[in-house]
């Protein structure tokens, strides 16, 4: 069974740095919290299940990178994630969903990720399973010496001579069950199998269809390799994986504090942070998989809490998330560097862009400062998005490029200082930013 990644905390940092710049003390507390789900596993015995995580929560600004590092942090150790809005739950038992669903979802997560591994481990024999239902479509039953014209249709098959070709397949179709016209309410809501176990009763039926081998052959490594897949042992995996590395980040947790009087949605936030308070502190969820025990699950809880503060959360709430980590607003210089050294930066994505249309993108060091510096003074001006702003900004600055670059005349384009001042400097003065706000 697989187990998380062992980093070190300073490795996990590093690994963080890559895409986020700054908040340091919000990498080191997560780094800190991922360790400590490896040193509870090599713990062993009664103690072991004796350690809990320690939940964080995460206070600041919109646009500061609190949900990326939850993310990041689950996708370096591989870990199932999900995010949920703390608004969804605030009419729960009225129009919103049951809280119990955020487990359901990680625990779909889960399994989606586990099937995944699993596929690619039994994905040669699949290859070989598929690629003999692909020959069977190719090579009628009746033709003589069926053996050696095989042979030579696998070989042609492999060097892709037959990609465009089209075939016949049949394609299995299972009736909807009728579960489904109680309305919006789905699966995970219902706490059992139900509507799985329906499907299995419905009538299949089949249809005809006629697919590339291209896409045939991607279709039946997919079925061959589920096959050979074992779905219980798939599902325990997936189980263990979801209890033990799971990670929910709760975001907007601020809104669940009420700061009128004790009626109306008032009553309906306080409510769903008690309904929360088992889930987090450690319960039992049915889901279609089974059961799913929440204890060692990692909760991870952001909000900006601008006009209140986490001490406004209800006692049994607060004492549910012991570690926080507050995120510092952005400065120039994070901008300047948000822009330029992530992996996944905003002048390397339109550099990508550009380049997929055979034309070189280059900004100049006075260009990408300038538009850090915009990027700041338009936060300041209006409502504070943080380094989401940059993106606003940048979509600005190359709206002229990315509309005419399939016919521009040159392949090489830099942006230097001047044009920056050119495009942007009216639409900061002028403060027409309503086409640029997300």
Not at 197 to 212: D, W
């Amino acid at each position: 069974m697989n187990r998380n990644k062992q980093l070190k905390p300073r490795e996990l940092v590093q690994k963080l740095d890559r895409y986020i710049i700054g908040q340091d003390e919000a990498k080191k507390a997560v780094a800190i919290a991922i360790r400590n789900r490896w040193r509870r596993q090599r713990v062993g015995g009664y103690m072991e299940e004796e350690i809990y995580p320690n939940n964080i929560i995460m206070i600041g600004p919109t646009g500061v990178g609190k949900t990326e590092v939850a993310r990041r942090l689950s996708m370096i150790v591989d870990a199932p994630f999900v995010k949920m809005e703390a608004t969804k739950f605030t009419e729960v038992g009225y129009v919103g969903r049951d809280v119990e669903s955020m487990v359901r979802s990680l625990m779909d997560v889960a399994v989606k990720m586990v099937q995944s591994e699993k596929r690619e481990e039994v994905r040669e024999k699949a290859l070989e399973l598929a690629e003999e239902r692909i020959l069977d479509c190719l090579l009628p039953s009746s033709e003589e010496d069926i053996s050696a014209t095989r042979e030579k249709l696998r070989k042609r098959l492999r060097e892709g001579s037959f990609e465009d070709r089209k075939i016949e397949i049949d394609l299995q179709r299972r009736g909807r069950p009728f579960i489904e016209v109680l309305g919006a309410m789905g699966p995970e809501e219902l706490n059992i199998g139900l509507q799985d176990a329906l499907s299995n009763l419905m009538p299949t039926s089949t249809k005809k269809k006629f697919i590339t081998i291209k896409e045939a052959k991607e279709m039946f490594v997919k079925e061959e390799a589920d096959k050979l897949i074992d779905r219980d042992e798939l599902i325990e995996e997936a189980r263990w994986k979801t209890e033990n590395s799971g990670i929910i980040f709760l975001d907007e947790i601020d809104k669940l504090i009420s700061v009128g009087p004790s009626s109306g949605p008032d009553v309906s936030r306080q409510g769903v942070q008690r309904d929360l308070l088992p889930l987090i502190e450690g319960t039992t969820v049915n889901t279609k998989y089974g059961p799913v025990n929440t204890d060692h699950i990692l909760f991870i809880s952001a909000g900006a809490f601008s006009s209140t503060s986490p001490s406004d959360l209800i006692p049994e709430m607060q004492g549910r998330f012991p570690i926080r980590v507050e995120f510092k607003d952005l400065t120039r210089e994070d901008f300047r560097r948000i822009l330029v050294e992530p992996d996944n930066s905003l002048a390397k994505q339109y550099q990508a862009l550009f380049h997929s249309e055979g034309f070189q993108l280059e900004f100049t060091p006075e260009a990408l400062t300038l538009i850090a510096d915009y990027s700041k003074r338009v936060n300041e001006m209006s409502e504070n998005i943080g380094a989401r702003r940059l993106q606003t900004v940048m979509n600005a600055l190359l709206e002229d490029y990315l509309f005419e670059m399939p016919d521009f005349p040159e392949n090489k384009i830099t942006i230097d200082k001047n044009y920056v001042q050119e495009k942007l400097e009216k639409i900061v003065r002028d403060e027409e930013l309503s086409r640029y706000i997300l």
